[in-house]
Structures are given as structure tokens and as C-alpha cells.
């Protein structure tokens, strides 16, 4: 939503940004608009921009809450301007431009600064809204002049993008934050792209068979940044989940790339042969003779959906990406479907104090009500329904959630109007009210 004061505001995520990267105010974006990393991370401090002053350098997650992958990566564009061009990011609400030619720069020097450090202390992980890609991109130039980004601050919804895991002991874990349960297990194989989708639709595993590959934005959420194979001796994922280890380009030991659903479109001649997917291990690279951890745990790039990796022996590109092509898997689902619980992590939510069981609402209601609930914990909950009999009639809730406020709708034109009563259950807490249907 943009309200025309320079800010927008995501209604999604809850975060509120600012419109435009153009930092010095001379209503052009171009390479004096950068900033070094240093500078950006100060920056916030003194940043006023609305009436607001509690702006910060966004993360690597939250900044990356903003690309668009209906962008086109400009691989193989020959064009000598921008005006074909698609960036990963919705101009409809950003300003946005692309490297500034008359400075020496490519089209695609786009890149964008967040809070976020490979644990490496080495690189700054980064966003390019030009090519569609997060990178560990290096503090300094190779002629020793510090590397600038474009800048945009965010603010408020200050728990956005923290996991908020729970292994429910059958192989599965849910992130309650996003409500999404993965696969504990990953692919333990490599395969290409196409045979990722048929494994996803087949799949039948600790009782779901509704599995699906995670398109780019899910599978990233998962990454934890403040974790490597270099620097903690594990993949960047908690350590709840398991990952296959792999021996890498160097002949290190190391963790695998994985796929996601989301196709990188480019400018070639094949535009829609390349997947989007996140490395979770080193991000290798072929550079000055011999393969490194060129852009770091976490990164996102894209490889051919099918082909032979050994036609790319030195990488591709200029800093030599590691093409893989039979990358692993990771399947994702979406947890209660059927019941859509909400929850409020909003920042201006309060926390509760207390258990709470609210009246539904409406009430008397036909045949659609919504009942909330408070949870000054996280905890495992029940919520029932039952008719005046006493009989059940509906389960609401039976999973672990996250402290806050919580809302479920229910939805059932199979019994006749008349009393209900809903309860609430959580270790020995327990509440019941009662609502009316009215037919």
C-alpha cells in the first residue's frame, strides 16, 4: 500500500519501507544514490522519513520479502538500454534502477544491502533486484575502494521471518510463524529439475501425501543465516532438520543446493530453462584458478532445470557458479488447511497474560463463526466442538502454536440449529463456552 508520503507498506509481511533508493533526494536513482555497508547500517539512526524515525537496514529475509519473480534475469539481453528490461521487484510501488552505465557500471549492478553477514565475517548477504538472486557480496572492490549498495530502510513487525519450529515427532517439522510443516528428511538424492515436481506429486510421507516442492520465498525462510558448513560444521538449517551430506567441487565436505518450484527467467534464448534454488551448504564458485565459497551459505541463484553439470567444469558466469542441475529436495505442505487458523505477531500485538477463550463471533450466527483464543505461551492445544449431547462434532485445534492471539473459523451445515458448545484445552487449562446456530 502506498500512501504517497514516500513509505510503503507491505500488508502482507506487516513491514513498512522506504519508496525509493534515491538517498541523496535529487530524484535520480543512480551510483552516487550507494552507499557502503558501514554507511547503511548507520544510516537508519538518523533516517526520518514520514514522521518516523525507527528505520532500520533490513535483514537478508526481510529484504528478500520484496522480490517478484515475474522479473527477468538480464542474461543474454543484447539490447544497449533498460527499456526491455524486468526487474524482480514491483515498480507499481518502488522506484527502482538499474546500474548506472555512466559510472562504470553493468545494467545488472542492482544490489541492494541488508543487515545480514555471512557468518564468514566476510562477505554481506544482499538482494538483486536486477538479476533476482541473494549473493555474500564482498566489503571491498577489487581495486580496494569499498563496495556501495543501494539502500531501502523498513520498519515496524520486528519478529518477522524468526522460525518458530516444532518437531512433531513423526519425521515433519512445523515452522508455526509461517504455518507450514516440512519434511524433517530431505531427498537424500540428487535429481533434475522435472523429476523434483514428480517426486513432490508421488510422494506419500508420514501420512500426507499433499506434498509440494516450496517455491523460492518458503524454502529461504528456513535458512539460518547464522549457521555454515564452514563456520559451525552444519548446514545452514537448524539443527532439527537433516541434511544429506555431499562432497563439493573442492572435495570438501559440504551440504547441497535444493530446488524450489519458482523458474529464474532470463533473457536467453531458452527463457524459462532455469529453476530458482537456495544453497544451504557453500555456494562454490570458480575463481582465480580453483573452487571457493564465492557467495556463501544461503544464497539463491538458479541452475538448468536439466543437462549434464560436466559441461560446466570452471562454473558459469564471471565468478564461475558451481552448475549442479541434480540438486536435492525439501517438501513442503501447508498446516491445517481445512480449519485456516490466524494468528496475530503483529508488532502492536500485546502479548497475553493469560489463557483467554473468547465468545465466538457472530453469535447466534448461520453457518459460518469464528472463535479466538489467547495463549500467553507457546503450547499444545485442543479445541472441540461438541453438539448438546455432548457428542463431538468438530476438532478445531491439536497442534503446538506460538504464544499470541489466535483465530480459527468454523464452518459446518450438517447439523441441525441449536446449542454448541466449544472448548479449550491446554495442559491443565481448560474452558468451555457455548454458541447458537441458527438455521
Known sequence: MDIGDGTVTDMVTGLMWSKSPDMNGDGIIDASDKMTYTAALAGASSFNLAGYTDWRLPTIKELYSLILFSGKDPSGYTNSTTS??????????????YGDVQAGERNIDSQYASSTMYVDGQLL??????????KGYGLQMPDGREKTFFVLYVRGNSIYSINNLVDNGDSTITDIATGLMWMKEDSKVGMNWEDALHYADTLTYAGYSDWRLPNAKELQSIVDYSRSQGTTGSAAIDSMFSCTQIINEAGQKDYPYYWTSTTHANWSQVPGGFAVYISFGRAMGFMDGAWRDVHGAGAQRSDPKDGDPSQYPTGHGPQGDAIRIYNYVRLVRDVNPETGIQSDHSESSTVPEDFKLDQNFPNPFNPTTTIGFSLPVAAQVSSKIYNIAGQLVATLVNQKLSRGTHKVQWNDTNIPSGICFYTLKSGEYTETKNMILLK
Open 84 to 97: 526491455g528490461l524486468i526487474p524482480f521487484i514491483d515498480t507499481t510501488y518502488f522506484d527502482f534502477a
Open 125 to 134: 548477504f544482499g538482494a538483486n533486484f536486477a538479476d533476482g538472486r541473494i
